[in-house]
């Protein structure tokens, strides 16, 4: 298992009480314990399995790897930061999302992308009803991580064009995420002697998106930094400096804010460009 991964630690249980495991090493080796799949006891066929991240994630596509027909789960409820569910509560806590496992075993579930934002944590509840037991081989994600895009997802196996392992995001060297715990003004001060563009921006929002790498390739060019500030996850941040809609721009000119630019419009881009040019 990478050790960039993603994945902080896994459990899963059944409500038997027979099958409980925890690990750190990436969800993948849940899956590859000698080979060996994740059985519930004979008798049990239920499955808790609670995974939480290291950072945040944004997930587009589920995928949920099944054995046979006979172990299938047959449904899986999904709750996102939601923390200590247990069998007790799956029936009493409204959950983020259900899936018919009957149609969706072995294939990418496409999620309702809002539901599916800023994911610390995520618990899953398999059962079939009708088997004696659950077996899975894998459970895989596909979203993003951090302020640049990528593709993301954990499994034991997969045949899948787009599978890549869960890594953090890598940047170019002069373009920066805002830290946990750290401020705009903190960033500016330790770069005084640099021209910085803070480019506030969601994973979501599709003029960011456009917007994200111009600016870096922009900024780069005449020896500018850029630092990215997601707004999801700097809630604060964004309201403290009034970020309305996004994307917003601010350019500071060592160590003072000079212009900001709001939206993705590329001549005001190239003015604000020029502006830290001279």
């Not at 009480?17 to 849940?30: A, D, F, T, V």
């Not at 997969?158 to 750290?182: C, H």
Request: some cysteine; aromatic content about 8%; overall charge negative.
């Amino acid at each position: 298992m990478q050790k960039d991964s993603l994945i902080n630690n896994y459990v899963a249980k059944n409500e038997s009480g027979g099958l409980n495991i925890e690990g750190n090493e990436g969800i993948s080796s849940l899956f590859d314990n000698n080979g060996n799949s994740v059985k519930s006891n004979s008798g049990d066929a239920t499955l808790i399995i609670n995974i939480k991240f290291i950072e945040n994630v944004n997930m587009t596509y589920l995928k949920i790897n099944g054995v046979s027909q006979e172990t299938n789960p047959s449904f899986v409820k999904c709750w996102v930061n939601k923390s200590d569910i247990d069998f007790s509560d799956v029936n009493d806590i409204p959950s983020t999302d259900k899936f018919d496992l009957t149609k969706e075993i072995n294939k990418k579930i496409k999620l309702n992308i809002p539901k599916w934002r800023n994911i610390s944590e995520l618990t899953f509840y398999f059962e079939n009803e009708e088997a004696d037991y659950l077996e899975l081989n894998g459970i895989e994600f596909y979203g993003t991580s951090g302020g640049a895009k990528l593709n993301i997802g954990e499994a034991k196996k997969s045949e899948d064009q787009d599978y890549v392992p869960i890594k953090k995001s890598e940047l170019p060297e002069g373009v920066f995420n805002l830290s946990k715990g750290e401020t705009v003004e903190s960033f500016i001060n330790k770069h005084k002697d640099k021209n910085v563009f803070v480019d506030f921006h969601a994973t979501w929002c599709g003029p960011c998106k456009q917007l994200g790498p111009v600016l870096i390739q922009k900024a780069l060019q005449i020896g500018a930094l850029v630092l990215k500030v997601d707004v999801d996850e700097h809630k604060n941040i964004a309201e403290e400096k009034g970020i309305s809609s996004i994307p917003v721009v601010i350019l500071y000119k060592k160590g003072v804010k000079s212009q900001t630019m709001v939206g993705f419009n590329q001549q005001k881009l190239d003015d604000l460009i020029n502006l830290a040019r001279n």
